[in-house]
């Protein structure tokens, strides 16, 4: 990449443009591997740091990685790397290690010499306590930083509140794993400020715990969802949020489904449908509903339900719904071995599921298309069917896919 | 495994255990002291590192029974009766004339950097380091006192936010004593490199110089 120029860097807009300056010369001078750590106290101001660096940096490759439980240890982002990425010079921007506690700390000390050896700038975001913790914790590492800088931001309290609403309140919109991350990254940042405020919102907290639970089920870490919608749950009923009640009720039924099996989550299921009175969340419920219990035989009632749930749909103009919906009668109509019915629904899932530009939606029915195809012993439709779906799943970042 | 490789390759062998100073200084105890006899057994030479803490615990006289030890100490820049010590410094500087040109500091910008450094290379290494990427920042051809005491008032930070308030009054008496002990607290403080040791005839300790001035602060 060509050398940044001092007055190349992006207008100081803030507080924190001297440290944001220190950061992009130290991405920039480095040749060797580094680490540094990056101090926050705000999500939003975060988020706008790492775009800045994206954009100021680029062609320079950033990868993310974000700890969780199954993924605990920092240097864990290099399986992710091919063997010429580990090669060449790459931000790597860490977040939420503190999130880890004392064992991921320590695992810096351990991979130390590790993660010294690529030509990677290292950048851990840490809150001010994180940072107490990386130099308690991981002392060897901490010793060998190449610097702090310091993000944190000082806004008037009700300006603060505002910049934190406005972001808490955008939608959650995942097109690719690494989004469901980033997004994930915001919320949980977010719900941790709330939860911090003396008079915490609790309508917000409980908005905030549905979109970081339906983001962890997504990425596959379940346990967590149920932690969230749980605390959602609790919240709406202690507000007497009905509406709120049912749709972590039907979330967290989603999730049920998975983890402990179906019972549980048509027990959920049901309860949310004699609390909801809204049409999308009718539709919603109905769909997931459908989509349990014909597995148990009750497949009349199934297609009933997702009728309902697909015209319920059609009525508000939700496309997705209907894609999503069109989708499950398929799976159902394979099931009672309609096939010719099932392609056709699954015809028309795929066309809606384009028209909305949702690869995973179009991933999944060209994968059960396939199964279709297969049954019927049409192996070069079904190998074609199941190329075109492994490449949208790629796309999206869907490993399991 | 020793014994294969001099049959084949007729020359001694000698293992490097590197790391084990990370660990923490119960697991430190378990390898050096409960199992020095069996990690000195080899028979080919080995040298281990080892956390520096087990060095003031009571049973370090188990450690000295099966291992000659080695301690790297930092670089004095006074004694411990605080009279100046010019070789350490001078020590200093040619250390850092081997990495960095001289002529790149202005007026007495490294001479701040080696006094703040307390004569612990790490720190002097990072200080100049911030120190330049002060002075890129601030789009000048050299780097100056402003850089340094920037980069010190950086380091400073950290410490504030490492250090306990049970921390400070330990800081200070070790600052008018200079005396090291195997107490919890103090070596705390030297995995923290709040404390730095020294020898010249005897160890001793004084309070890291970019720290001091908070702990006077704070222990008035």
């Known amino acids: ?401 | 495994m020793s014994d294969q490789i001099k049959i084949k390759y007729g020359k001694p062998v000698l293992f490097v255990f590197e790391g084990l100073d990370k660990i923490d200084l119960g697991q430190g105890k378990d390898i050096f002291i409960d199992r020095s006899q069996t990690i000195s057994g080899f028979r080919a030479s080995a040298i281990f590192l080892m956390p520096i803490g087990l060095r003031y615990t009571p049973q370090f006289s188990t450690v000295t029974q099966y291992f000659k030890h080695y301690s790297l100490s930092n670089i004095k820049l006074h004694t411990s009766k605080n009279q100046p010590y010019p070789e350490g410094r001078a020590k200093l500087h040619e250390l850092i004339a081997q990495r960095i040109d001289p002529f790149l500091f202005a007026g007495n910008a490294l001479d701040e950097a080696i006094t703040a450094s307390g004569g612990l290379i790490r720190t002097l290494i990072a200080l100049i380091r911030d120190a330049a990427v002060n002075a890129v920042v601030r789009e000048s051809e050299k780097i100056e006192s402003v850089d340094v005491r920037s980069a010190i008032a950086s380091l400073r930070g950290d410490f504030i936010a490492m250090l306990e308030t049970r921390h400070y009054p330990i800081l200070k008496a070790r600052y008018e004593d200079k005396n090291l002990d195997s107490d919890q607290e103090t070596q705390e403080l030297l995995e923290s490199l709040a404390l730095l040791e020294y020898d010249n005839d005897t160890f001793w300790c004084d309070v890291h110089p970019i720290v001091l001035p908070v702990v006077l602060e704070r222990t008035k």
């Open chain 1, 1 to 401: 990449m060509a050398d940044l120029a001092v007055q190349d860097l992006p207008e100081p807009s803030n507080s924190y443009s001297n440290d944001l300056s220190k950061l992009l010369v130290l991405i920039n001078s480095a040749r060797r591997g580094f680490w540094a750590f990056a101090i926050y106290n705000n999500v939003v101001a975060r988020e706008e740091v790492i775009e800045t660096v994206k954009r100021t940096v680029s062609p320079l490759p950033v990868f993310d990685w974000t700890y969780s439980p199954e993924n605990s240890y920092p240097a864990s982002y290099l399986k992710s790397l091919t063997e010429e990425q580990k090669r060449e010079r790459a931000v790597v921007f860490f977040f939420d290690l503190e999130r880890g506690g004392t064992d991921a700390w320590k695992s810096l000390d351990y991979s130390r010499e590790t993660l010294a050896s690529h030509p990677h700038a290292l950048i851990f975001w840490t809150t001010s306590k994180g940072r107490t913790d990386a130099a308690r914790k991981a002392p060897h590492f901490w010793a060998q930083r190449s610097g702090v800088l310091d993000f944190t931001i000082s806004v008037p309290v009700e300006q603060h509140r505002e910049l934190m609403g406005s972001w808490a309140g955008q939608p959650v919109e995942v097109a690719t794993y690494a989004d469901a991350e980033r997004q994930l990254r915001l919320f949980l940042g977010l719900l941790d400020e709330y939860r911090a405020l003396p008079d915490a919102p609790l309508e917000t907290i409980a908005q905030l715990d549905g979109k970081v639970g339906w983001l962890f089920d997504f990425l596959d870490r379940r346990e967590e969802a149920v932690s969230c919608l749980e605390e959602q749950i609790e919240i709406a009923r202690q507000l007497g949020l009905t509406e709120l009640e049912a749709e972590a009720l039907t979330n967290l039924a989603i999730v049920e489904r998975i983890r402990t099996g179906r019972p549980k989550a048509i027990e959920l299921l049901e309860q949310a449908l004699i609390l909801s009175s809204f049409p999308m969340l009718i539709a919603k419920i109905k769909q997931n509903l459908g989509e349990v219990i014909y597995l148990y035989g009750e497949s009349d009632r199934s297609l009933n339900l997702l009728n309902e749930a697909l015209k319920l749909f059609k009525q508000i103009g939700d496309n997705l719904g209907q894609a999503n919906v069109l989708k499950a009668i398929g799976d159902v109509q394979s099931f009672r071995d309609e096939k010719d019915e099932a392609l056709k629904s699954y015809d028309e899932a795929l066309k809606l599921f384009k028209q909305v530009g949702s690869n995973l939606g179009q991933a999944n029915v060209l994968k059960a298309i396939g199964d279709v195809q297969s049954f019927r012993k049409e192996m070069d439709e079904a190998l074609k069917s199941y190329d075109e779906a492994l490449k949208l799943f790629k796309q999206v970042g869907d490993n399991l896919g």
